[in-house]
């Protein structure tokens, strides 16, 4: 003889609750990856910037930097560009807009007048909006 305990309705009862489990554990691999990624977004070139006490700029999405290292070669982002390719390379970069801003950035040990040269050779290659990059200093008040 079979007995059923309990409950005689066969019904399920519908719960309208949200699972949020799921999604919180995605939530923590995203960080985890953007943790992860966005140290990787920044460039690694090392280079000795003079201090500036100008009132900061707001910088673009995707800034182009030009960097004149210590032994006076150059690098656009973090890929070397010799001298004589200097125009291809930024027309590269810019996709051939003329008019987008190129961010200088000179080591210390740089003199000015290789700076210079370079800044005439983004001239002569159509760029003329050039901001020059350099540390930020904070007064103590």
Not at 52 to 60: C, H, I, L, N, Y
Not at 82 to 94: G, V
């Amino acid at each position: 003889m079979a007995m059923r305990l309990g409950r005689t309705d066969d019904v399920i009862e519908e719960t309208h609750e949200i699972n949020v489990t799921p999604f919180i554990d995605v939530m923590l691999v995203l960080l985890i990856i953007f943790m992860v990624a966005a140290p990787l977004a920044t460039v690694d070139i090392a280079v000795d910037l003079p201090a500036s006490t100008a009132e900061p700029q707001p910088r673009p999405d995707k800034p182009i930097y030009l960097t004149v290292k210590a032994d006076l070669s150059l690098a656009i982002g973090d890929d070397p560009v010799p001298r004589d390719t200097l125009a291809q390379a930024l027309d590269t970069a810019t996709r051939s807009h003329k008019d987008e801003r190129i961010f200088l950035r000179s080591d210390r040990a740089v003199p000015y007048g290789d700076v210079m040269e370079v800044m005439n050779a983004l001239r002569n290659a159509g760029y003329l909006k050039i901001a020059l990059v350099g540390l930020e200093i904070r007064d103590a008040k």
